[in-house]
């Protein structure tokens, strides 16, 4: 038999001629953290089941690299998905709601089904039997009509209506033991592997729960973020008000010359959330001083922050506006990362006894003269900003540190009213292919960096990562101490980023680092259908990236 040296993981070894890469992956196996779970060769990922045709050097993920994470769980879906089929058949329609804590929400839909302990038992004891089977995972490329016929028998007419809107004539699904379903991304191959995850009831249905990428023997930790899952659930309803759940949804409204009602009926429901928000303000107004926004990158919060100043002001509410960009320490102070570059997300970037000064001054009705950032210079200047808050007047400020108390520790917790805004989609590719509110605020920072910013979208994907590390550190722990949360995400926007953010995906060459994230982008906005943002208002969050915003953004 003809065989070929090749370099895998640093080492030189002997690969038969046909061999797959899961054929070689099992003699690595120790090399990663967990069960391999996706290949790499040059710039491009590879499914385990793919036979290596070429001699350019072989690396292994297990799943603490991300894209390997997303095949794992998509692994445990196909699982699901399944047991859900052969337990209850077509007619139980099991859909993938949202993310919590990288865990995923999912409710069956058969109004006679309770969502009890003992369901759930039926539901895991048939995953594990797969699990034990260690059944293959098989990709299957058929015609598009074809893969269309199938959905619609196994109950999923979601599914059948993406297909239709599918340029390609062709379609892959895969196939677990007879049962078919549709994924976008990469597979493992087999079901062996899967064998670490739980279901848990929650809400109205259940959690999947997951591995720890770092001890993928355990379970990730899971606390109940109950305010952010109201919000999701409120996002549920917003999605049932506008008709509008799933891609395929998303694409009939511009068929059907709806795209503009969708837009209006979404950006009102945008007011109404923020008039509600401005309400709760005026209601503490005997106390509260300080309202403090924070959310991760490509939330929308300077234009939530101006939407929200209109709102207290049409309540006879005067807000001052705040930077906290202002209060950054000179940059031969700030700190430095393990690496010995400036971190300038810490919360020591800032200059804090500056700042809780400044806010006790403006809360006693000192006139205060606040410093602005140059950000050429690396030095604060003051330029003559002043401002003298009145009784009853609020100081508004907008940055990533707003939820922590470290922030304003000398400002009294009831002067203090906080609010936390992000993008958290709830619109999905389909019932079990949900659209990561991680990518869709990278999606708007690429669209809205080379616009505004002067940056490539290779750049903004580089960059990505500190990014999300930050916001995991600095963020997310402290979103459950928020007084009030914002979903800044609309139904609407990717069909109108897609073709802002198509080009400059395209422009990533394969020899680029940023190749794997671009490719996997393209394909996501290749399920929508194009729109123009003409009938978008001037003051919507979603004018801070594609442009014509009434604000200084």
Known sequence: METRQINVMGKMVEIAEGATFADVAKDFSGMVNGPIMLARQKNKLRELHQKIRTCDDVTFYGIENDEAMRVYRRGVLILMTKAVYELWGSESLVVVEHSLQKNLYCEIRKPEMEMTEEVLAKIEGKMREYVAADLPICKRTMRKEDAREIAR??????????????????????????FYDYFYGYMPPA???????????????????FPDPKQPEVLREFSNPKKISSVFLEQMHWCQLMGVKNVAELNHTLTQGKFGDLIRINEALHEKKIAEIADMIHQRLDKVRVVLIAGPSSSGKTSFANRLCIQLQVLGIQPHKISLDDYFVERDKTPVDENGKRNYEHIQALDLPLLNDDLKKMIAGELVDLPTYNFVTGKREYNGN???????????LEGIHGLNDMLTSEIPAEQKFKIFISAMTQLNVDDHNRISTSDSRLIRRIVRDYQFRGRDAATTIGQWNDVTDGEAENIFPYQENADAIFNSATIYELSVLKQYAEPQLFAIGEDQPEYITAKRLIKFLGYFLAAPGTEIPNNSLIKEFVGGSCFKV
């Not at 007419?157 to 892959?172: G, I, Q, T, W």
């Not at 079901?191 to 729960?209: C, D, H, P, Q």
């Not at 002043?386 to 508004?396: D, F, S, Y």
């Open 191 to 209: 079901t062996g592997n899967l064998k670490v995850f739980s279901l848990m009831a929650y809400e109205n249905g259940f959690l999947i729960r």
């Open 386 to 396: 002043r401002i003298q808050a009145k009784k009853g007047e609020i100081l508004v």
């Open 153 to 178: 028998r196994q109950g999923m007419p979601d599914k059948d209506e993406l297909f239709r809107y599918r340029r390609a004539s062709n379609v892959n699904l895969y196939e677990l033991d007879g």
